[in-house]
């Protein structure tokens, strides 16, 4: 161990002083341009007339129903994105099965369409002239230029960020705890809640922070199926546009405040997830590997 730890520190003292600090340097520099400026210029324009007009931008109705769509949004979203990834992590990382690498691929799907495609399929699915679009009519549902439309928009989107974080981390645990605690006389449920839940938990955190940041502040998806309707359908970031749009740059700029926020709180989240997660994975790495934890005991 002691060989190991001094040829790493070899390896990390190779370089120049120069190509070091010219590396921190450009770092530093882009964090500053594209980071900590653009931060530094919203809350500069939120409070550019004071307080008092930003409170009052944000007091506004069509804002506070911009907010309350949006968390009522992701508040629908997440937790299904939750179960989704989970499962679809599971599948995937523990189970081999014909299909797998077409599940793979749906799962990166969202990654691949422009969130713009995604709105508009949905407008073709079940807008006025779409596939299902006359018998909604006639049934008198709304899905575009509905709630039911952004929080549809808001899942696709959103949902391969769980599944994502989660499984590389299951693929790379492996079996043996599983096929342990089952040996033990554990039921599915058992052995997900004791075995496999704390070994993803940080992760499973780190997903789902990602996921209700994206939920939260997407703006393309939704705005194709949202119709733009003033007090019901708009979004914090369709609301933010609306008001830039209209020259309200202090009310747009209050409102965006709020989702830069949330920003700096995902981050800081998301390090200490991550933190976290190395953590217990040195530690996890330093002991010998024995019967888990929370089935000890359980074996008659």
């Known amino acids: 161990m002691a060989a190991t730890d001094l040829t790493r520190k070899r390896v990390s003292t190779t370089e120049a002083p120069w190509v070091r600090w010219t590396l921190i340097g450009i770092a530093l520099a882009f ?95 079940f807008g006025a002239q779409g596939w299902f679009g006359p018998w909604l009519a006639e049934h008198d549902i ?28 299951m693929q790379a645990q492996g079996n043996d705890e599983e096929q342990a605690a089952i040996v033990l006389g554990a039921s599915g449920w058992q052995t997900f809640r004791h075995v496999t839940l704390p070994n993803i938990k940080w992760g499973l955190i780190y997903g789902v922070i990602l996921c209700n940041a994206r939920a939260m502040g997407e703006f393309g998806a939704v705005s194709v199926v949202s119709g733009h309707i003033r007090g019901q359908t708009n979004t914090m970031p369709l609301h933010v546009e609306i008001l830039y749009n209209e020259y309200q740059s202090v009310a747009a700029f209050a409102v965006a405040s709020l989702l830069a926020l949330l920003a700096v709180v995902t981050l800081v989240i998301k390090s200490v997830a991550e933190w976290q997660q190395e953590r217990e994975m040195k530690a996890a790495a330093q002991v010998p590997p024995e019967r888990p934890l929370a089935l000890q005991g359980k074996a008659s």
């Open 31 to 125: 964090i500053l341009l594209f980071l900590v400026l653009p931060l530094a210029a919203v809350a500069t324009e939120a409070l550019r007339k004071g307080f008092g007009a930003y409170f009052e931008a944000l007091k506004e109705p069509d804002a506070w129903s911009a907010i309350r769509l949006t968390l009522i949004t992701a508040a629908i979203a997440v937790p299904l994105n939750l179960v989704f990834g989970v499962a679809a992590a599971w599948a995937i990382a523990k189970y081999d099965f014909r299909g797998k690498a077409f599940l793979t691929t749906l799962v990166d799907l969202p990654f691949s369409v422009s969130p713009v495609v995604a709105g508009l399929i949905y407008v073709l699915v």
């Open 142 to 169: 709304k899905v575009v230029f509905a709630v039911p439309g952004i929080v549809l928009a808001t899942i696709f989107v959103t949902f391969p960020f769980i599944a994502r974080e989660l499984i590389p981390l």
